[in-house]
């Protein structure tokens, strides 16, 4: 054997990132590996954590100092040894940005394949295909140019340019334009020096003011500072909202002056959406945003979206769900863009292979589930030519029907069988059981877990004792029927036509434990979210970034950090300020943080420990103050479950209880919210909104990221919500928890404008007896398995 080829698995020795504990294992190449384990036990920080994060540091070293100082600074994993990696790809569950301009098709290249099909094909010809993305206005200038010829003075010579693109002039490629009630921006009784601006950062006398009420608007425009607005000319009025960027000298300085509603829509309804909450507060009051008036929503100029290739315009193809596009673009038949056609339609029958047939190009990446983005995502990896390249996927299942994931395992074993290696953390027994080779990390969470407690082949797993070796097997049976309880009233749904639901009607029990099932993109989501969203009483509890700095933590997300502080307060006889990272207790080297972010410019590594307090975040003085014989800064080092059985009195207690109820007791208080995966921020918002008064629940995927213990404690922890008054809506996949429902609402029968119907309603026993739809199909064998 030829010296290149002994590289074939991946070392890993003394692996110590969070809970791991002196991990050594050997990761076999050009194979498909799935980590299992329960929820906490190490499989992300070993997999993502270590071998991910260490291939793309070395990576990033590769390029110049230049583009290093753009790259997120990142430190070495701790792990001692290291070796045989290849270049990893990440394919996880962050959602794709919310930049209003990116969609499905720019996220996927779709879309550019298709502008260059148009630039070929259309009629009339419009350009090249710059002229059909609407991200690029059309340009065009002329000025003088010096020609310097043989060796001759330079002559000037006029020269011109014209750039072709398609951006709507009007909404500028968003496709949607804000209407602004002017009496929101200002009041029209008062006068500039009295107030009259009611926006936000811009009362009398700041910065923002002075732009218009002071020298700005008052030299360029001569607007009267002390005259009300609504006796202002229709010239003053025009100065003051809507005036387009115009040079002014204000204060000895020249700037840019523009109309406070021109301001407006340029800074809070551009590509970026605004950060600070009273922003966003304003935002939500000053307007409402509705479909372009000269584009109609289709984001482009007039010639882009009227030319036509086999007699449809670029808006109506990009508007097609994909599955039917890949069929449109199948019936075109032109030699000169063979290979063209051949890769655009390859590209398309990938969504549908991959589960997302229904969605269209237009479609804002900014409203895909994480699901949804990480297969978004696979979709340029499964053409692509690399091979002996890690994938890495974090739970590619997640949002996937069971009819949906036997074509996920094709897909991952097409990508294994060109050579690449394949990283999978997944829970679902089918997926595990397609594994050439697994890994198990437990025996517990957190503190418990961090040991490889299993190696090898999936019989050897099943023969095995550890937690998931036992439950590969088990299935929990049908809720019996003498337990399935009674629905109490109903929320009553007529005439949803949210995306692809067609006119439904449909009464959702209350008092229950109702599950919304169907395959992905059947119009699941559509129904609950669109037709229950805002109702009084009604809490939506999904698997969104929560908003908050990296100094926020479960501790203080869930509001168990204050009364932690006044007991401390009350037993030391000290302010209760100082036991936050955030207030006066901090370190004052690192600001509470722990560690130090250096300048980004710089290049030395990521962010380091703080020497001054060692990573604890508080001042020396501080940490003498102890409780139960501990300081501060241990406590925030606790676990959930550990902090539970320290704190077994008042308010700490109730939450720290609740914490522990919705499966997250291996979490520790003061772990950064950032490192959370969507299951663990949809739990943690549960149990922070939990505790009040019987409401309807509305939970989407709450199984996401658990292992199958886990998702059986869950649904325990479901009906004890149900028995203490609430009513939960469960949009969920998982048939363990379609099996425990008190009643099924099965939406379909197929996807995207296949589906948005009510193909059954009823209990689940009722469903396996039936057996006419594919959650019927899955679910009797389901059931047949556990018996």
């Given at each position: 054997m030829h010296p290149a080829d002994s590289h074939d698995v991946i070392r890993v020795r003394g692996a110590r990132v969070n809970n791991l504990k002196d991990v050594d294992v050997d990761i076999p190449k050009r194979r498909m590996t799935v980590f299992s384990g329960v929820s906490g036990s190490g499989k992300s920080s070993l997999v993502f954590g270590t071998v991910a994060a260490e291939s793309q540091r070395l990576i990033n070293e590769t390029y110049s100092a230049f583009l290093q100082s753009f790259m997120p600074v990142t430190s070495r994993p701790e792990v001692e040894e290291l070796d045989g990696l290849s270049a990893a790809i990440?394919?996880?569950?962050?959602?794709?940005?919310?930049?209003?301009?990116?969609?499905?098709?720019?996220?996927?290249?779709?879309?550019?394949?298709?502008?260059?099909?148009?630039?070929?094909?259309?009629?009339?010809?419009?350009?090249?295909?710059?002229?059909?993305?609407?991200?690029?206005?059309?340009?065009?200038?002329?000025?003088?140019?010096?020609?310097?010829?043989?060796?001759?003075?330079?002559?000037?010579?006029?020269?011109?340019?014209?750039?072709?693109?398609?951006?709507c002039p009007v909404c500028e490629g968003l496709g949607h334009q804000a209407a602004i009630d002017e009496d929101v921006v200002v009041d029209r009784s008062l006068s500039l020096n009295e107030g009259a601006i009611l926006v936000p950062g811009y009362g009398v006398g700041t910065w923002g003011w002075k732009m218009y009420g002071d020298e700005g608007a008052a030299a360029g425009g001569k607007l009267d500072m002390d005259k009300a607005l609504g006796d202002y000319s229709e010239r003053e009025w025009h100065w003051l909202m809507y005036q387009e960027p115009t040079k002014v000298k204000f204060a000895g300085i020249n700037l840019t002056y523009e109309g406070l509603v021109v301001r407006i829509r340029r800074t809070l309804f551009g590509d970026r959406e605004p950060k600070q909450k009273h922003m966003i507060e304003f935002k939500e009051r000053v307007a409402t945003t509705?479909?372009?008036?000269?584009?109609?929503?289709?984001?482009?100029?007039?010639?882009?979206?009227?030319?036509?290739?086999?007699?449809?315009?670029?808006?109506?193809?990009?508007?097609?769900?994909?599955?039917?596009?890949?069929?449109?673009?199948?019936?075109?038949?032109?030699?000169?863009?063979?290979?063209?056609?051949?890769?655009?339609?390859?590209?398309?029958?990938?969504?549908?292979?991959?589960?997302?047939?229904?969605?269209?190009?237009?479609?804002?990446a900014g409203t895909l589930s994480g699901g949804e983005a990480q297969r978004v995502k696979m979709i340029r990896q499964?053409?692509?030519?690399?091979?002996?390249?890690?994938?890495?996927?974090?739970?590619?299942?997640?949002?996937?029907?069971?009819?949906?994931?036997?074509?996920?395992?094709?897909?991952?074993?097409?990508?294994?069988?060109?050579?690449?290696?394949?990283?999978?953390?997944?829970?679902?027994?089918?997926?595990?059981?397609?594994?050439?080779?697994?890994?198990?990390i437990g025996p517990g969470a957190g503190n418990d877990g961090g040991e490889i407690t299993f190696e090898g082949d999936v019989a050897g797993l099943r023969a095995?004792?550890?937690?998931?070796?036992?439950?590969?097997?088990?299935?929990?049976?049908?809720?019996?029927?003498?337990e399935v309880r009674e629905p109490a009233g109903v929320l009553e749904i007529r005439r949803a036509s949210t995306h692809n639901l067609?006119?439904?009607?449909?009464?959702?029990?209350?008092?229950?434990?109702?599950?919304?099932?169907?395959?992905?993109?059947?119009?699941?989501?559509?129904?609950?979210?669109?037709?229950?969203?805002?109702?009084?009483?009604?809490?939506?509890?999904?698997?969104?970034?929560?908003?908050?700095?990296?100094?926020?933590?479960?501790?203080?997300?869930?509001?168990?950090?204050?009364?932690?502080?006044?007991?401390?307060?009350?037993?030391?006889?000290?302010?209760?300020?100082?036991?936050?990272?955030?207030?006066?207790?901090a370190c004052p080297a690192c600001n509470g943080q722990g560690v130090i972010y250096p300048e980004q410019g710089m290049l030395v590594g990521g962010p380091s420990r703080c020497e001054t307090c060692g990573g604890q975040r508080f001042r020396e003085d501080?940490?003498?103050?102890?409780?139960?014989?501990?300081?501060?800064?241990?406590?925030?080092?606790?676990?959930?479950a550990q902090a539970a059985e320290v704190f077994t009195t008042?308010?700490?207690?109730?939450?720290?209880?609740?914490?522990?109820d919705v499966g997250l007791g291996y979490l520790r208080l003061g772990q950064p919210l950032t490192t959370l995966s969507g299951g663990e921020r949809q739990r943690l918002k549960l149990a922070s909104q939990l505790g009040g008064k019987g409401t309807t629940i509305v939970l989407d995927e709450p199984t996401a990221g658990l292992h199958l213990a886990d998702t059986e404690r869950l649904v325990t922890m479901l009906h004890t919500l149900v028995e203490?008054?609430?009513?939960?809506?469960?949009?969920?996949?998982?048939?363990?928890?379609?099996?425990?429902?008190?009643?099924?609402i099965d939406i379909g029968p197929g996807a995207g404008h296949d589906g948005g119907e009510v193909v059954f309603q009823g209990t689940p026993a009722e469903m396996v007896a039936s057996g006419a739809t594919l959650t019927a199909e899955h679910l009797q064998e389901w059931v047949g398995a556990s018996s």
């Open positions: 990440v394919v996880d569950q962050e959602r794709l940005g919310a930049n209003a301009r990116s969609t499905v098709g720019t996220a996927t290249d779709a879309y550019a394949l298709l502008r260059i099909l148009f630039s070929r094909l259309s009629e009339p010809h419009v350009g090249p295909s710059s002229a059909f993305s609407f991200n690029l206005a059309s340009a065009s200038g002329s000025g003088r140019l010096l020609v310097e010829k043989d060796g001759k003075p330079p002559k000037g010579e006029v020269a011109t340019f014209e750039f072709i693109g398609g951006m509705g479909p372009c008036s000269e584009c109609g929503g289709t984001r482009l100029n007039e010639a882009a979206r009227t030319a036509k290739v086999a007699g449809t315009t670029i808006p109506e193809c990009t508007a097609m769900q994909v599955s039917d596009l890949a069929e449109w673009v199948r019936g075109i038949s032109d030699s000169s863009v063979g290979p063209l056609l051949a890769n655009l339609a390859a590209m398309l029958d990938a969504f549908t292979e991959i589960g997302l047939g229904y969605l269209s190009l237009d479609r804002e499964l053409g692509s030519a690399l091979t002996d390249v890690t994938y890495v996927f974090d739970e590619p299942t997640v949002g996937l029907h069971p009819h949906d994931i036997r074509r996920m395992i094709a897909l991952l074993e097409s990508l294994r069988d060109k050579g690449n290696t394949i990283l999978v953390v997944e829970h679902k027994p089918e997926v595990i059981e397609a594994a050439d080779h697994v890994i198990d095995s004792a550890t937690t998931t070796g036992h439950y590969l097997d088990h299935r929990m049976p049908l809720r019996p029927g003498e067609k006119d439904v009607d449909v009464d959702i029990p209350t008092g229950v434990l109702v599950a919304i099932t169907g395959v992905a993109g059947s119009g699941k989501s559509s129904l609950v979210h669109g037709s229950l969203g805002g109702r009084e009483d009604v809490l939506i509890v999904d698997q969104s970034a929560i908003r908050g700095s990296r100094r926020s933590n479960p501790a203080t997300y869930s509001g168990l950090l204050d009364p932690i502080r006044t007991v401390f307060a009350k037993e030391n006889g000290v302010k209760a300020a100082l036991f936050s990272p955030n207030s006066e207790g501080v940490l003498e103050h102890t409780l139960h014989g501990l300081n501060i800064a241990e406590v925030f080092d606790l676990s959930i008042g308010k700490a207690q109730g939450i720290l209880a609740r914490l522990v203490q008054g609430h009513s939960l809506i469960v949009i969920e996949h998982n048939l363990a928890v379609v099996a425990n429902a008190d009643h099924v």
